[in-house]
T-cell receptor
Framework: TQLLEQSPQFLSIQEGENLTVYCNSS?????LQWYRQEPGEGPVLLVT?????EVKKLKRLTFQFGDARKDSSLHITAAQPGDTGLYLC??????????FGDGTTLTVKP | GAVVSQHPSRVICKSGTSVKIECRSL??????MFWYRQFPKQSLMLMAT?????????EQGVEKDKFLINHASLTLSTLTVTSAHPEDSSFYIC????????????FGPGTRLLVL
């Protein structure tokens, strides 16, 4: 069974602060996705990373895939209240399996 | 990006009735779709994997006779909650996998089910 440990589980910060969310596994993934979910809605894809060491930027969000493709991080710069939500990572293997982290609930206070 | 629709978005039904939820991939073909259940402030709980043209694969503890899944085409999967009970009230979310997008799953907007 593949596990994807996501941390922290909860994060409450002030507007303007920076934060990083981590997803770690002992398994190698062929790709990894990050999603954001708001209450009452389905998760929305933020990014897919595929190559070990890959870094992708989406405005104030920076995503990194570990060199060994076992871990990933999401860094948010100057967080805004609109960033509030549940962040999920998901690893996909060539065997056709997807494993989800338990999620990080982020609250950004104005 | 890929779009997945889910219908209805919200349903209220009486205990003992059945409810069908549809999940459609609108701009790509999905050989595999997934059904999740989500409790408040928790992550997604995979219920079953739906493969086009074959029987769904259910996760441990999920009753296949209660949660009927049909993946009739490459763009449509349905989940039927049979003989619904109040404890089945939850947020149900489907997703569709795009193999041409590195296996990325795209999620529907979810269905809020309330069983009275």
């Amino acid at each position: 069974t593949q596990l994807l440990e996501q941390s922290p589980q909860f994060l409450s910060i002030q507007e303007g602060e920076n934060l990083t969310v981590y997803c770690n596994s002992s398994s190698v993934f062929s790709s990894l996705q990050w999603y954001r979910q708001e209450p009452g809605e389905g998760p929305v894809l933020l990014v897919t990373v595929v190559t070990g060491g890959e870094v992708k930027k989406l405005k104030r969000l920076t995503f990194q895939f570990g060199d060994a493709r076992k871990d990933s991080s999401l860094h948010i710069t100057a967080a805004q209240p609109g960033d509030t939500g549940l962040y999920l990572c998901a690893g996909y293997t060539n065997a056709g399996k997807s494993t989800f982290g338990d999620g990080t609930t982020l609250t950004v206070k104005p | 990006g890929a779009v997945v629709s889910q219908h209805p978005s919200r349903v209220i039904c009486k205990s003992g009735t059945s409810v069908k939820i549809e999940c459609r991939s609108l701009d790509f073909q999905a050989t595999t779709m997934f059904w999740y259940r989500q409790f408040p402030k928790q992550s997604l709980m995979l219920m079953a994997t739906s493969n086009e043209g074959s029987k769904a694969t259910y996760e441990q503890g999920v009753e296949k006779d209660k949660f009927l899944i049909n993946h009739a085409s490459l763009t449509l999967s349905t989940l039927t909650v049979t003989s619904a009970h109040p404890e089945d009230s939850s947020f149900y979310i489907c997703s569709a996998r795009d193999l041409y997008a590195s296996g990325t799953q795209y999620f529907g907007p979810g269905t809020r089910l309330l069983v009275l």
